[in-house]
């Protein structure tokens, strides 16, 4: 007699985060993939952002009475619910086809704020109109001023609260496994920020040979920063920093906050781990503003250890883009919650019920 068949095995629920990467990546083209999940060269960096956070051990502290836990955060005068922020990713409907859109919606439901792309797949205006949280604009400043000039006023105009400049892309990096998966925006994917304007399509790096792209402006400097704060009332902060020296010439220059990212080790390869750099610009800045930090967070103790190591807050960008391409908005809000869910455990079973709990004592030297 045959054997009756098996049950059919139900999948397994995705619980963290490695789960959502898995599904992802068994979800989406090649090509979108190798564009989201790759990095610079050898992607040293790229593994020495999550390695620099698993290295570090914790210290915890027993018999704290940890029944109310409080994960809120005051950031620009606003207050968070959780120290985590959505890091501005470009060309979102490659992962879904409601791209942005979904994101902002998942990012609602969340209660996180998002910071939308330049480079996002729908105007700045549309992502606006469907966020229910505080919404930032990261920008690129573009070759032709006037032109970054208009999108900061369309921000302001959508009511976008903080201004991002992202200023460690002079141009991209050598992102090999973009170019062996022949990476072009397909069809329906575009840069909508910038539709009638020559760049809104076609390719967002220069053919081989040249280093430079038509999207970025490599002459940006100092003085460019100061030029983006006169033309705005919004608070501006500047992403990608790493080196403290910079950190101090951006507090200078009158910046409302820094974003310690290597770009999610996307540019240049062999730069440290942005855990490892955190802790000399924090102690640069010195608390005279926020410092946000970003890069190979997938762990709610990689939460308490960024704050732990003086963030204000962290920025996640790859892991909520597996909830996106796994299940649209309601992937988002559940990569959110998961990060949640594991940030509250960590603060729980480290005796650190609130955010001023958590100082560089849970981290085992
Ligand atoms: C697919 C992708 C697109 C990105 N696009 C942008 C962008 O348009 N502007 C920007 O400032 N950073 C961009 N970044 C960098 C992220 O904002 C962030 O610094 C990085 O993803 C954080 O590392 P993580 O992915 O390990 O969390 C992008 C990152 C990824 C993965």
Not at 19 to 43: C, Q, T
Not at 100 to 119: E, K
Not at 179 to 201: E, H, I, T, W, Y
Request: proline residues 7%.
């Amino acid at each position: 007699m045959e054997n009756s068949p098996a049950t059919p095995a139900t999948p397994a629920p995705l619980i963290d985060v490695p789960d959502f990467e898995r599904e992802a990546k068994a979800r989406m083209p090649h090509m979108s993939w190798e564009y989201i999940s790759g990095a610079a060269s050898d992607e040293l960096t790229l593994r020495w952002n999550r390695e620099s956070y698993d290295r570090l051990r914790l210290r915890p502290q027993v018999l704290v009475d940890v029944s109310h836990l409080d994960t809120r955060v005051t950031l620009l005068g606003r207050q968070h619910p959780l120290p985590i922020l959505l890091a501005p990713t470009a060309y979102q409907r490659l992962t879904h086809p409601e791209g942005d859109l979904a994101t902002v919606r998942g990012a609602g439901a969340a209660d996180v704020t998002m910071v939308s792309s330049i480079f996002s797949s729908h105007p700045i205006e549309e992502i606006a109109a469907a966020a229910t949280r505080p919404l930032w604009f990261q920008l690129y400043v573009q070759r032709d001023r006037d032109l970054t000039r208009e999108l900061v006023r369309r921000a302001e105009a959508a009511g976008c609260e903080a201004l991002v400049l992202t200023v460690d892309t002079p141009v991209l990096g050598p992102r090999n496994r973009e170019l062996r998966s022949k990476f072009s925006l397909p069809p329906g994917v575009d840069r909508a920020n910038l539709r009638g304007l020559p760049n809104a399509l076609g390719a967002h790096r220069s053919t081989e040979g040249a280093i430079f792209s038509a999207l970025l402006d490599p002459s940006l400097t100092w003085k460019d920063v100061a030029w983006l704060r006169s033309i705005t009332k919004l608070p501006v902060l500047l992403k990608g920093i790493l080196n403290p020296a910079d950190a101090v010439r951006a507090i200078e220059t009158g910046v409302a906050g820094i974003i310690v990212s290597n770009h999610g080790a996307r540019n240049m390869d062999t730069e440290p781990a942005t855990i490892d750099a955190l802790p000399e610009v924090v102690a640069k800045v010195d608390g005279r503003v926020p410092v946000l930090v970003d890069g190979g967070i997938r762990r709610g103790t990689d939460v308490l250890k960024a704050i732990a190591l003086g963030a204000t807050a962290v920025l996640i960008g790859r892991p909520y883009l597996y909830g996106l391409a796994v299940d649209g908005a309601a992937g988002v809000t559940r990569v959110v919650n998961i990060l949640r869910r594991e940030f509250e455990m960590a603060m729980a079973i480290s005796g650190r019920p609130t955010i001023a709990s958590l100082d560089a004592s849970v981290i085992w030297r």
